[in-house]
Structure formats: structure tokens, C-alpha cells
């Protein structure tokens, strides 16, 4: 395993894009003492909204877990815009998911584990976090998935 996080997602083969400008009136990220909150990020690559819909009626579980990957490496874009690398990470705290789903489903821990599963890969231990994965009857955009971090970061 790789020392730094920033090295494992080089290993990842992980490119991050540049961290996505807010859809409204808000910061991205905001520092308090030592966390870093970071406001809810979407499944955007490329520039474009890459899953929208209901997850369990537009697209499976299957995809809203890919979806939840690539929201969470939006969210590692904006750690790295607010402290200049990955590496001031001392632990991923808490991930707040919300799942964009159709009715009846209730498989939204599995499709949040995309996001956890990048978290500790890239962060080993120290990405192991509280979470909470909740359904919601509509998201901004009609994203399928937004997930919001908290990280305690040194300071």
C-alpha cells in the first residue's frame, strides 16, 4: 500500500477533475477548526450531470453505486481545493447520502457504498466514517445521488 493518499489515488489510476462550482448560494467547502465540511456533490464528470433519475426505477443499484463513486471524487476535488492535497486528511468523519429513489426501493446503503469504498481505498483506515444513507423523493438536477463529508483535517 501507498504511503500518501495522494499517491493512492495516483495507483487508483484516479485523475480528480477541478473541483465543481456550487449550483447556488453557498461554499463548497467551509474549514471550522479542524473539519472540513463539504457541501453535497452530484455525479458530475466531463462537465455534465452523468446520473439522474430514480434509483430502482431510471437505473439500478448497481449504477447508483457508480453514481455515489463519482460524487465522492467530486468530493475529493473539493478537499483538494481546500487544502492543496489529499494529504491533510486525518479522517473522513461522517458521509451524508441522499439517494434520488423511486418507490420501494430501499437498497440505499448499497448504493452509498460506492462512495465509502473510494473513501477508504483512497484513505484507508483513516476513510472509515459514520454514515447516514437516506431516500429522498427528489434531488437538485434530478441527480441520483448527493453526498455531503465532513473531515477532521490537521491543521
Known sequence: MMDTAEQRLQALGITLPAAPAPVAVYRPWVIAGDLLFVSGQLPIADGSLRFTGKVGRDMDADQGREAARVAAINGLAQVRAALGSL???IQCVKLT???NSAAGFTA???VLNGASELLAEVFGDAGLHARAAVGVSELPLD???????IFQISV
Request: hydrophobic share 55%; no cysteine.
Open 87 to 89: 494529504d491533510g486528511i
Open 97 to 99: 447520502g441522499f439517494v
Open 108 to 110: 440505499q446503503p448499497a
Open 143 to 149: 441527480a441520483a445521488v448527493e453526498i455531503e463529508f
